[in-house]
Nanobody, 122 residues
């Protein structure tokens, strides 16, 4: 059983910073890409940032230059450093792990975290 446990959300003033963490636990052989998504009420879930196992990153245009994604492969953990936060960044953020293999010969699975609330308000 693989679980993604997120932490680091909360309330911050506009212009402030938060750092989200997501740790994958369980019997894991390897993980492909890891990423962060967000979903506002009534809207589709959208990609915020992703990072491959080799460190190749991808960002939504709305967060480029403000957010930085990183990962620690030894700890199966992905981070999202969020700077210069804006009120429009307010929503629930979800961690994602793709191509999670439980054994060397197994197929890859997709897992999601439970979500963490980020609120940017004065």
């Amino acid at each position: 059983q693989v679980q993604l446990v997120e932490s680091g959300g909360g309330l911050v003033q506009p212009g402030g910073s938060l750092r989200l963490s997501c740790a994958a636990s369980g019997t894991i052989f390897s993980i492909g890409a890891m990423g962060w998504y967000r979903q506002a009420p009534g809207k589709q879930r959208e990609l915020v940032a992703s990072i491959t196992a080799r460190g190749i990153t991808n960002y939504a245009d709305s967060v480029k230059g403000r957010f930085t994604i990183s990962r620690d492969n030894a700890k199966n953990t992905v981070y999202l450093q969020m700077n210069s936060l804006k009120p429009e960044d307010t929503t629930v953020y979800y961690c994602n792990a793709d191509q999670v293999r439980l054994t060397a010969w197994g197929i890859g699975y997709i897992y999601w975290g439970q979500g963490t609330q980020v609120t940017v308000s004065s």
